[in-house]
């Protein structure tokens, strides 16, 4: 069926979380930094979920450091952090359910898609180099822009890099963290939470799984946003 007999029209672009969204690495990336914790003489707890799940390691040693008073400094915590989850990530990297489904759907309906993490550059190659890289139109890691979520710019900076308003983009996110940085941006935001419950809000959709996403939906969720 051509596109225009379609009852919807799929979105200018889908950009894609990569921790705990695309691949199962969220519960990666909380133990490497119980573990560093640990060594802290600091015990993580729910309340620290807030500081460390979508969050960038620079965030995430930062507020390890306050809480320890440590005299150790936030230079060699971000990289006993950044060694720690590498190398979890390198021995273990599971696609999300429907992950992979969903990417194929949409290079086979010639949708540009673009990958924005938090996460620095040498995990976001590994995990290209296991899942694939051919799936991504243009990838950002957390050094690719100034501020990284919950600041709007690194979906901004992926917006820019595919030539289109993000108004007409559809993210896909799995913490509040990523959350806000893509509202904040202007996408249409489908959430599918993995480790932190995300609440309802305006023009934030949430599943269960991306099992349950298609291109039908993306296509309705870019529609509403532009309206």
């Given at each position: 069926?051509p596109?225009s ?7 200018a ?12 690495t ?14 802290l ?5 729910d309340?620290?979920l807030?500081e ?7 965030h995430?040693a ?5 809480s ?14 950044g060694?720690?989850?590498?190398g979890?990530?390198?021995a273990e ?18 949708v540009p898609t ?10 976001v190659?590994?995990?290209l180099?296991s ?13 690719d ?7 709007p ?25 990523g ?24 023009r ?13 939906l ?5 529609a509403?946003?532009?309206?």
């Amino acid at each position: 069926m051509p596109e225009s007999a379609l009852p919807w029209a799929p979105p200018a672009a889908v950009l894609f979380d990569m921790d705990g969204t695309l691949v199962d690495t969220e519960h990666l990336w909380w133990q490497a930094a119980s573990e560093l914790a640990t060594e802290l003489d600091l015990v993580l707890t729910d309340r620290d979920l807030p500081e460390v799940l979508g969050r960038a390691v620079e965030h995430t040693a930062a507020h390890l450091a306050r809480s320890s008073g440590t005299a150790r400094t936030e230079a060699e915590l971000v990289e006993r952090l950044g060694d720690s989850f590498a190398g979890k990530v390198a021995a273990e990297i599971v696609p999300r359910p429907g992950a992979l489904a969903l990417l194929s759907a949409l290079r086979a309906a010639a949708v540009p898609t673009a990958l924005v993490s938090a996460s620095p550059r040498r995990v976001v190659d590994l995990v290209l180099g296991s899942i694939g890289a051919e799936w991504f139109t243009v990838t950002l890691a957390a050094e690719d822009t100034e501020h990284t979520k919950p600041a709007p710019d690194p979906y901004l900076a992926a917006a820019d890099l595919l030539g289109l308003d993000p108004a007409s983009c559809v993210a896909v996110e799995d913490t509040p963290t990523g959350v806000a940085s893509a509202h904040a941006a202007g996408c249409a935001v489908l959430a599918v939470p993995s480790a932190v419950p995300i609440g309802a809000a305006p023009r934030i959709t949430l599943l269960d799984s991306l099992e349950q996403a298609d291109l039908a939906l993306l296509g309705k969720l870019a529609a509403d946003r532009a309206v």
